[in-house]
């Protein structure tokens, strides 16, 4: 294989990643012609083209797609033994991608995160937050945190939380104007805010537990959100009734304003999971993150 392969898939990676070559050129931190350079002198070696260039964007050809996903996770692996030698030196350091989810990000990352920060001053932990599932070699992160440890066989899941309840609430507006539901039934005589998960654009639908059998409950919704920083806000100012992480409520400063609704039949979510790839964590800067909260979420649990 020429010698220079490696460097021309790193680059063509980072520009699928970025979606352009300015933003490659931030990114690996080199100038644009470089980054042109080196992809052309990649496809000049495949023999086809691997993006179509538009004036706005960068968008893979078929060979693009196909070489992308047969190199991905050797180019993953190649940048992480690479590192791992560097990782000798004994400090930490570089850039660390995760995904989160709000729940996720409240309760294992957002407590520590200054003493994380004050341990590694070398590691700069980046943190999207998305309640969608991430497929997280695709979208170039380190890590993720998630519901449930159904990963891919390459992949490792780490428990972070036991299971917990996911809440129906109501304000004392809401119960003065509408009252309270007594039983499931009665749910549809009432307003739920909605919640659509960014990924999929679903809705997710409300579920309880009905002497031990799960139902779903269909109730008009007002509006409708893909965060739950609305759905709290919603839920506060008494426009609708609205669901909220247990764990989540019992650390909101002014949980008093939220009435329990029909709590006998909230239903149970699966733990929390820490997921990465195999070989993540042979990089110093990863395997110091997924230590640091690991150990951090089970002191919580105990």
Known sequence: MHSSIYGYLTVFHT????????????????????????????????????????????????????LLASTQDAIAQLSVAVESVQDLSGVPKGVVRMT?????????????LAEFCERYPDIQLEISI????????????????????????????KKLTAPFRLGLYASSAYQQQFGLPKKIAE?????????????????????LNDKGEEVSVEMPTPIVANSLIVAK??????????????????KQADRAAFIPVLEKHWKTFGALYLYYMQHSQKAGRVRAVIEFFTEKAQVEKK
């Open 15 to 66: 520009i699928a990643a970025e979606g352009s070559i300015a933003g490659a050129a931030r990114k690996l931190q080199m100038a644009s012609p470089s980054i042109s350079q080196s992809l052309k002198l990649l496809e000049q070696h495949i023999g086809l083209p691997l993006f179509n260039r538009t004036t706005r964007k960068m968008e893979l050809t078929e060979a693009g797609h196909h």
């Open 100 to 112: 989160v989810p709000h729940v996720g990000y409240w309760l294992i990352i957002e407590p520590h």
């Open 130 to 157: 998305n309640d969608g599932t991430v497929d997280i070699l695709k979208e170039g992160f380190d890590l993720g945190i998630r519901f449930g440890d159904k990963v891919d066989e390459q992949m490792v899941a």
């Open 187 to 207: 749910l549809k005589n009432h307003r739920l805010v909605g919640f659509r998960f960014a990924t999929s654009n679903r809705i997710f639908p409300l579920s």
């Open 233 to 250: 806000d919603v839920i506060k100012s008494g426009i609708a009734l609205g669901r909220f992480f247990e764990p989540l409520m019992s």
